[in-house]
Each structure stands twice: as structure tokens, then as C-alpha cells.
């Protein structure tokens, strides 16, 4: 059973943009935060961005503050995370997940109960 989806992975030169999406078919996370994390060939899984369940609160990591915007649909149970100006850094499998609200907008993957499979972004120069 998915219950988290990714799409809108793929190649873009650098300086170009990617909208990853994240679906929760089927089920409604009205009390969880959501977030975006990434893991790169040879590295540790790390934080990009969250979102509380509301949508009113945001964080994000320094390496992406300011090129990426994340933004939730409340009518369609969809995350977006809208990657602008990227740089070959950000070349990585990106994963959406979900942790209960309690956690806040966490920056780790502890808090997070379930997670999509990932979506691969390239990223060239």
C-alpha cells in the first residue's frame, strides 16, 4: 500500500527549476506536518523542507532558503516543493514523509512515521 507519492523528478540544467508534488492517497494526514528530505549517492539523508499541517508555518535548510518554496493543498491532500536556480548540489533522491504535529516543524527523519519512495532530480552543469 502507497501511502505517500512523489512525482515531478527528473534532469534540469543548473539554474533551472523542478515542482516535485507528494500525494497521500487514500488517506488524509490532517494532523501531520510534511517535509522534504534528500539523499544523495554516498551521503546521509538530509532535511530540505517542512510544512505544518496547516500550512501556515514553513522551514527550510540553509543550502536551499530562498530557491525553494514549499506550499500545501488542503483540497487536494498534495505537498509541492517548488525548486528554483539549482545547482548541481541538489542532484538527489528527494522524499516526502510525514511526522504527527506534536513534532513541530522537525529537521530530522526521526519524527517521521511514513514515507514515499523518493523521486531522483539531476541536476547537471
Known amino acids: 500500500q502507497v501511502l505517500l507519492a512523489e512525482s515531478g523528478g527528473g534532469l534540469v540544467q543548473a539554474g533551472g527549476s523542478l515542482r516535485l508534488s507528494c500525494s497521500a492517497p487514500g488517506r488524509t494526514f490532517s494532523l501531520y506536518n510534511w517535509g522534504w528530505f534528500r539523499q544523495a549517492p554516498g551521503k546521509e539523508r538530509e532535511f530540505v523542507s517542512a510544512?505544518?499541517?496547516?500550512?501556515?508555518?514553513?522551514a527550510y535548510s540553509d543550502s536551499v532558503d530562498g530557491r525553494f518554496t514549499i506550499s500545501r493543498d488542503g483540497a487536494t491532500n498534495t505537498v509541492s516543493l517548488e525548486m528554483g536556480s539549482l545547482k548541481s548540489e541538489d542532484s538527489a533522491i528527494y522524499y516526502c514523509?510525514?511526522?504527527?504535529?506534536?513534532?513541530?516543524?522537525?529537521?530530522?527523519?526521526?519524527?517521521?512515521?511514513?514515507w514515499g519512495q523518493g523521486t531522483q532530480v539531476t541536476v547537471s552543469s
Open positions: 510544512i505544518d499541517w496547516s500550512g501556515g508555518s514553513t
Open positions: 514523509a510525514v511526522a504527527p504535529s506534536r513534532h513541530g516543524l522537525a529537521r530530522t527523519s526521526t519524527p517521521y512515521d511514513f
